[in-house]
């Protein structure tokens, strides 16, 4: 390896990319051995924390592996890049929602400890900072006394909305505590915005596949889907979106920009900042859904759309529920020039939230290492990532797919063209397995038949066998 360069990237970064490269040319082959630490320090001149740096990066990648006692190694060859279907014009109109009964045979599953879960995009406990969140639930409600058991007003805790307001600057936002209300998660994030951009009736442009819930949310609303074929690796595309604003009645979009639930896909910078553009001449809102937007797999949080926003059309909308306490039920929204209309509804809806949680997460994001916290579920995340993809490869029928997410800890799953999800999924029930199934993150029937979404929020040898089983079953379907 020769000398790096002196260009604007971080040095572990460079480091990273020089190592990647060796593997993704053939010079490491899976379960090779790559270089020492202290050998590529020496040869690379460089420190040996940059190296570690830089491997660490790989790690969450999934490019390698480390053996205690042994070094770092190659990780076994991933499966083949996702494909979508795709996207034909003629289906570029809106539809009602009509997976209902699915989503919610999913939604009980997912609940229950019976199941091994290999679907539920929940965060494994061991991995959130209970007893620290524990410890300032109790400290900060003695501290505020009674204010701890009184209504807050609509728009949430101050201190809170204040600490979101500094969090956000890394995402390019620059938001006053007035500019952010707190939800009940971002599911009522989603909801309040929803209700106050559209009316019964209406049409609301997403991604596809797309998050479940939000289907169900548009059709509890009475609105209509027109659903954009997405990319795996950069999200919504442009040029369809323009094609469907030209051609279609449309009222809003709505879009998960980082790390879409459930392609991982991250809009490029560039995308965003057009993405705003477009809509503002046509006039119409974006919701933003930011939920998956603190935990890249890389070391850089991705900026938003809303950072490109001059005019408050972009509704941002995220919670802690991915990162900190599912059950907190924290979550908020930037409505920009609809707070009035937010507030309203959120008054009108819920009122307010539980003050405890809110006292609690803002002083865990106040002195709570909140960035440490980060950086360790990232790790954790990404090789998780890295095995669930790895076990998919070894287990599943011959021509599998799986996506390569940049952020998150969902795994999107493309298997043969025989292999129906909905009957795997009823066959997995059958021996204690849950997963999601592919056509329920879309609004029209039939359509992912042959995919399904994994977590990798766990991992255990229990998870690792319901994959196995996993795809002993899917092997059966396929060879009906």
């Not at 090779?32 to 040996?48: A, E, M, N, T, Y």
């Not at 924390?49 to 205690?68: C, H, I, N, Q, W």
């Not at 800890?409 to 795997?424: G, N």
Request: charged share 25%.
């Amino acid at each position: 390896m020769n000398g790096l360069s002196g260009d604007k990237n971080l040095l572990y970064e460079q480091v990273a990319e020089r190592v990647a490269a060796l593997v993704e040319q053939g010079t490491f082959q899976p379960g090779d051995r790559i270089p020492s630490v202290r050998g590529l320090s020496r040869q690379l001149k460089v420190s040996p924390s940059t190296v570690l740096e830089a491997y660490a990066l790989l790690e969450d990648r999934g490019v390698v592996a480390v053996r205690p006692q042994s070094g770092y190694y190659v990780c076994p060859k991933r499966p083949a890049p996702l494909r979508l279907p795709a996207g034909d014009r003629e289906l570029l109109r809106p539809t009602n929602v009509d997976n209902s009964e699915l989503a919610l045979m999913i939604y009980r599953d997912a609940g229950d400890p019976a199941f091994v879960q290999l679907g539920a995009a929940i965060p494994d406990l061991d991995n959130l900072p209970v007893d620290r969140l524990n410890r300032m639930l109790s400290s900060e409600t003695r501290r505020f006394g009674g204010q701890s058991l009184s209504y807050e007003r609509p728009a949430g805790n101050p201190r809170l909305r204040q600490q979101i307001a500094r969090r956000m600057l890394t995402a390019g936002c620059s938001f006053s505590p007035d500019d952010l209300l707190v939800t009940n998660g971002c599911t009522e994030a989603v909801e309040l915005a929803l209700r106050a951009v559209c009316r019964p009736g209406d049409t609301v442009v997403v991604e596809s596949p797309t998050f479940f819930n939000t289907l169900q949310a548009i059709a509890a609303l009475d609105l209509k889907t027109l659903e954009i074929p997405a990319d795996p690796q950069h999200g919504v595309n442009l040029d369809t979106l323009r094609f469907v604003l030209e051609n279609n009645r449309v009222n809003a979009c709505l879009f998960i920009t980082n790390f879409s639930n459930p392609l991982g896909s991250v809009m490029p910078d560039d995308a965003k900042r057009e993405l705003v553009r477009l809509l503002a001449r046509h006039d119409l809102p974006l919701i933003e859904d930011d939920i998956y937007g603190d935990l890249p797999l890389g070391p850089s949080r991705p900026t938003v759309a809303k950072a490109y926003d001059p005019d408050g059309r972009v509704l941002l909308c995220s919670s802690f529920s991915k990162t900190i306490a599912p059950g907190y039920r924290v979550g908020w929204i930037a409505p920009g020039r609809y707070r009035a209309e937010v507030e309203r509804l959120k008054a009108v809806t819920s009122l307010t939230n539980a003050v405890p949680p809110q006292l609690a997460i803002a002083e865990f994001l106040a002195n709570g290492g909140y960035e440490a916290h980060l950086r360790r579920l990232r790790r954790i995340y990404g090789r998780q990532l890295a095995l669930i993809t790895q076990a998919v490869s070894e287990q599943f029928p011959a021509g599998t797919r799986v996506s390569r997410p940049e952020g998150g800890f969902v795994l999107w799953v493309e298997m043969p063209e025989s292999v129906d999800s909905v009957q795997l999924y009823e066959m997995a029930r059958e021996r204690g397995i849950t997963f999601a199934p592919g056509p329920v993150f879309s609004a029209r029937p039939g359509t992912y038949r042959n995919y399904l979404r994994l977590s990798a929020a766990f991992w255990s040898d229990r998870v690792a066998a319901g994959i196995a089983l996993l795809g002993n079953l899917a092997g059966k379907l396929q060879r009906r």
